[in-house]
T-cell receptor
Framework: DAGVTQSPTHLIKTRGQHVTLRCSPISGHKSVSWYQQVLGQGPQFIFQYYEKEERGRGNFPDRFSARQFPNYSSELNVNALLLGDSALYLC??????????????FGPGTRLTVL | RKEVEQDPGPFNVPEGATVAFNCTYSNSASQSFFWYRQDCRKEPKLLMSVYSSGNEDGRFTAQLNRASQYISLLIRDSKLSDSATYLCVAMDSSYKLIFGSGTRLLVRP
C-alpha cells in the first residue's frame, strides 16, 4: 500500500508569487492535515480537513488556504509569498474517526524556498 | 510558554546506553500523545503512541503522567541508527497535533 504522497518535492518561488502543494492520503483515510516546519522547530499546524470539510485552522494568515477533494486528496495554497514562508510543508493522513488514538502519518513533504 | 516543551539536547551517548527524554504539555484537555522520530531533512515518522498505563515496543518505553502533564520516552541499548530528533506530540480535542521542538539524540560508536 502506498503511504502519503506529496508533490512537488521541492519548489523555488519568488516573493509575491502563488504556490499550490498537493497531497494524497493513505487509502481509506478521510482526514488530511497540513503542517509547516521551519528549520530547528517542530511542525506547526495549518489546517485539517475531514470528509471535505475544514475541521480546524491554525494561526496562519488568510494567504494560506486549503481544500479537500471527493477522493480525499488535498491542496494547500499560499498567496503573496513572503521570505518567511520558506519551510518544509508536511501533509499528514489519518482515519479522522472520533475516538481512538487517531494516529497521523506524514508524507515526505514539499520543501518550499522563497527568494 | 510553549504548549509542548522538550529539552533540545543534544544528548550524546555511546552505543548500548540507556537514554531518557522528557516532555511537558500545558493543555490539560489534550487527548492523545505520541513520540515521533525525525531524521535530518525527512518527515516525522510515528514511533509510538503513549498511553496512561505505559507502553513498550522493543527497546522503547513510553510513559504518560496526566496529573503532572508529563510524557517520557526511554530508549534502552541505543543503536547508531537511533540517532535522530525525537518529537513529543500532544493531540488536542480537535485532533490537531501540537509538537515540541524536538530533542536531538546522537549515538556514538
Amino acid at each position: 500500500d502506498a503511504g502519503v504522497t506529496q508533490s512537488p518535492t521541492h519548489l523555488i518561488k519568488t516573493r509575491g508569487q502563488h504556490v499550490t502543494l498537493r497531497c494524497s492520503p493513505i487509502s481509506g483515510h478521510k482526514s488530511v492535515s497540513w503542517y509547516q516546519q521551519v528549520l530547528g522547530q517542530g511542525p506547526q499546524f495549518i489546517f485539517q480537513y475531514y470528509e471535505k470539510e475544514e475541521r480546524g485552522r491554525g494561526n496562519f494568515p488568510d494567504r494560506f488556504s486549503a481544500r479537500q477533494f471527493p477522493n480525499y486528496s488535498s491542496e494547500l495554497n499560499v498567496n503573496a509569498l513572503l521570505l518567511g514562508d520558506s519551510a518544509l510543508y508536511l501533509c499528514a493522513s489519518s482515519t479522522g474517526l472520533a475516538g481512538g488514538q487517531n494516529e497521523q502519518f506524514f508524507g515526505p513533504g514539499t520543501r518550499l524556498t522563497v527568494l | 510558554r510553549k504548549e509542548v516543551e522538550q529539552d533540545p539536547g543534544p544528548f550524546n551517548v555511546p552505543e548500548g546506553a540507556t537514554v531518557a527524554f522528557n516532555c511537558t504539555y500545558s493543555n490539560s484537555a489534550s487527548q492523545s500523545f505520541f513520540w515521533y522520530r525525525q531524521d535530518c531533512r525527512k518527515e516525522p515518522k510515528l514511533l509510538m503512541s503513549v498511553y496512561s498505563s505505559g507502553n513498550e515496543d522493543g527497546r522503547f518505553t513510553a510513559q504518560l503522567n496526566r496529573a503532572s502533564q508529563y510524557i517520557s520516552l526511554l530508549i534502552r541499548d541505543s543503536k547508531l541508527s537511533d540517532s535522530a530528533t525525537y518529537l513529543c506530540v500532544a493531540m488536542d480535542s480537535s485532533y490537531k497535533l501540537i509538537f515540541g521542538s524536538g530533542t536531538r539524540l546522537l549515538v556514538r560508536p
